[in-house]
């Protein structure tokens, strides 16, 4: 089984392949990069004017199964994420039954192979049903497959159990990320704490609840020498913690979102319940920390959060409706709108962000160009525009803030150990 993708123009942050090339892929693996190759017998993709790179990883996704699968399941969840050039996704544990045994990570991965191929690496959870207040045996739940550890959507409170796991997580090798809010701050809140929550005169979620948390971990990692990952930072003050921390060299790396560094919490005028996330979008200056942290190196990742609901439950009033929003199918594509073709980073900064960086801070041997590795390939037109239209996700949620607006760049071919999971107009819908 061989294939050949003729002409791209590779980008490849980590090596630093550039230019156009040919890159022929044999039994799953890449055999020859070069110019003007030839293989007689080779599917052949033509890549001319295209981008190609390392295949897409989002380091934090939620695919709902097992337990919530009318809002996503494995399958739907995988087409979507083919879809938007992903070829690697880690869901939270955070389904019901919550990912806390190393027999969930089982049932979890054995659910995986039914799907379209996508790689799914499985997050176990820090405490026993997320509860905050047992230790998961992150001995176990590692052998059984899980590349990181995360209570993501219930934030650990509890600072003594985040020091014991970052312990534990350390004799592992892995990552803690840590979803970073104080819960009695936020409660049930539904935007942020400012003018947007004084305008709709609802009580908010303060961005010092997350900042708190985000110097927290920060000072257990630098403690412990355990490695903290912070999900989804969305306020200035939490870049510039993170930026400290890391000049004096603690282990710790962060991500953030799309839409934290695209909206603000005046889409919840517009957009109400759609707009709903946590953490909540914040004002204009977080946003532009956010690119600065970006830009700057400070954040790491750039991953989705993609946390699709129902039509029934976003259509409720703001204060009721779940938080989360969909993502994977526009992610690639708002990125380069809004950072590539706005010259706030070049491709390579961009792609580095969701490719290498996630998979070294998840240890998984993915994101990277390399001879003899896994054929995992997203090819893309960076420049080619097309409008968001929500119904046409294979996801099951289109809970996205993003629906009409127009995006430029599109996901071409994803390839998953050179098979192609997906090809641009060559859907079976
Ligand atoms: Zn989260």
């Not at 052998?143 to 004799?171: E, F």
């Not at 104080?182 to 942020?192: E, I, L, P, T």
């Not at 993170?242 to 919490?265: M, N, W």
């Not at 760049?409 to 079976?428: M, P």
Request: hydrophobic content about 40%.
């Amino acid at each position: 089984m061989k294939l050949l993708i003729r002409q791209g123009r590779l980008v490849d942050p980590v090596g630093g392949i550039g230019g156009v090339m040919d890159v022929l892929i044999e039994d799953g693996k890449v055999a020859v990069i070069g110019s003007d190759l030839r293989s007689p017998n080779a599917s052949v993709i033509d890549a001319r004017g295209l981008t190609v790179c390392a295949g897409l990883v989002d380091m934090h996704v939620h695919l709902r199964e097992p337990g919530f699968e009318y809002k996503e399941t494995i399958a739907t969840g995988s087409r979507a994420a083919a879809r938007g050039g992903f070829t690697s996704i880690a869901p939270m544990p955070n389904t019901r039954p919550v990912i806390d045994s190393p027999e969930r990570v089982a049932d979890l991965l054995h659910r995986a192979d039914a799907a379209c191929g996508v790689r799914i690496w499985p997050i176990g959870a820090v405490s026993v049903g997320q509860g905050g207040e047992v230790l998961t045996d992150a001995a176990a739940l590692t052998g059984a497959g899980a590349v990181a550890l995360s209570d993501d959507g219930v934030p650990v409170q509890n600072a003594n159990l985040m020091r014991d796991a970052l312990i534990r997580a350390k004799r592992q090798h892995i990552t803690v990320l840590s979803h970073c809010e104080d819960a009695d701050m936020v409660k049930n809140y539904a935007v942020n704490e400012g003018r947007v929550s004084r305008v709709l005169g609802l009580p908010g979620r303060p961005a010092i609840a997350e900042e708190l948390m985000v110097a927290r971990d920060a000072m257990l990692a630098e403690e412990t020498g355990g490695a903290v990952h912070i999900c989804h930072v969305s306020t200035a003050r939490s870049v510039d913690i993170i930026r400290q921390f890391k000049a004096r060299g603690v282990s710790i790396t962060c991500e953030t979102c799309p839409q934290y560094f695209t909206l603000t919490e005046d889409e919840i005028l517009k957009q109400g319940s759609l707009a709903r996330v946590n953490p909540p979008l914040r004002t204009s200056a977080d946003v532009a920390a956010i690119r600065e942290g970006l830009r700057d190196g400070t954040i790491d990742a750039i991953v989705t959060d993609h946390a699709p609901h129902s039509a029934e439950e976003k259509a409720r009033p703001l204060a009721d409706a779940p938080s989360g929003m969909v993502g994977m199918e526009t992610s690639l594509a708002v990125t380069l709108t809004e950072l590539y073709h706005t010259g706030i980073m070049d491709l390579s900064a961009i792609l580095r962000k969701m490719t290498a960086n996630p998979a070294y801070i998840l240890r998984i041997n993915k994101g990277r160009l390399s001879l003899g590795g896994d054929a995992d390939f997203t090819i893309f037109d960076p420049n080619e525009a097309w409008t968001v239209d929500p119904e046409k996700f294979a996801s099951k949620g289109r809970n996205t803030p993003f629906a009409g607006r127009k995006l430029y760049g599109k996901v071409k071919y994803t390839i998953v150990e050179g098979r192609i999971l997906y090809q641009d107009g060559q859907e079976d819908e």
